[in-house]
Nanobody, 119 residues
Framework: QVQLVESGGGLVQAGGSLRLSCAAS????????MGWFRQAPGKERELVAA????????YYSDSVKGRFTISRDNAKNTVYLQMNSLKPEDTAVYYC????????????WGQGTQVAVSS
């Protein structure tokens, strides 16, 4: 069973950058397509980026395309989300989990990492 721990969030000014990490336990991490999600207060959780098992294919939602970059290091069992040109509307708790476009089930959600962008 894979368990997920997100980190790297914080408070940043608009236009700034953050790099999020998602560390996964378990030897089968490379078998899964992964995604980064976010949930803002009062809103539903949304998929913002996803990456295939090998890292060769990536998906971005329109709201983050051109600003965020997803990557993974299967040797380190880690998925990253580089976030540049941050906007106040990026403020949310960020989570990682299986890519729902590929996998029918989610793992248990981690605690997430809070990102707050001030204007």
């Amino acid at each position: 069973q894979v368990q997920l721990v997100e980190s790297g969030g914080g408070l940043v000014q608009a236009g700034g950058s953050l790099r999020l990490s998602c560390a996964a336990s378990g030897r089968t991490f490379s078998s899964y397509a992964m995604g980064w999600f976010r949930q803002a207060p009062g809103k539903e959780r949304e998929l913002v980026a996803a990456i295939s098992r090998s890292g060769g294919n990536k998906y971005y939602s329109d709201s983050v395309k051109g600003r965020f970059t997803i990557s993974r290091d299967n040797a380190k069992n880690t998925v990253y989300l580089q976030m540049n040109s941050l906007k106040p509307e990026d403020t949310a708790v960020y989570y990682c989990n299986f890519d729902p476009r590929v996998h029918s089930n989610y793992l248990a959600w981690g605690q997430g990492t809070q990102v707050a962008v001030s204007s």
